[in-house]
């Protein structure tokens, strides 16, 4: 069995801050033992609290981090330097000429080729899009460095 570094110095090392975290500090301990691989029935028996128990404060913590990254990506995207919306009932296989254009006026570059950047945005919109058919309008905001964020209506 390999050593662990007991709990408090992996958020030193990782950076963990009660202060400036939207996770509670068990929140941060559990994610940190399931981390390592370590069962919920034993991270129980350590913190001497149930499974059950166990089981809703790491559900919490990883609700609360999908939030966290949702509020990064609508952040990211209200702030891109390059908003570009594309239409209900547009054709995906038209969104990259559209981004590119768009970049290319601000002197944006994107990091990504066509295909790639199709891809990103299909799989980012999920729903919003049906085969080749944008069902409902999108806002994709390109960053400074060139990352796409998609948003849906």
Do not use: H, W
Not at 25 to 32: K, N, P, V
Not at 59 to 78: L, P
Request: proline share 3%; glycine share 4%; charged share 30%.
């Amino acid at each position: 069995m390999t050593d662990r570094p007991d709990d408090s110095s992996l958020f030193e090392r990782v950076g963990f801050d009660t202060d400036r975290s939207v996770l509670t500090y068990r929140q941060a301990e559990i994610l940190c033992l399931r981390e390592q691989d370590i069962s919920q029935a034993e991270i129980a028996d350590r913190l001497g609290t149930s499974r059950a128990n166990v089981s809703n404060i790491e559900s919490s913590a990883r609700e609360n981090v999908d939030k966290a990254r949702e509020t990064v990506a609508f952040v990211e995207a209200i702030e891109a330097p390059v908003q570009v919306t594309i239409e209900t009932g547009s054709d995906l296989y038209d969104v990259p000429s559209t981004i590119y254009s768009a970049c290319d006026e601000a002197g944006l570059k994107v990091n990504y080729a066509a295909p790639e950047l199709m891809a990103l945005v299909r799989d980012s919109a999920g729903d919003a899009i049906r085969e080749r058919e944008v069902c409902c309008e999108l806002l994709i905001g390109i960053t400074s460095d060139g990352q796409v964020r998609v948003r849906s209506s």
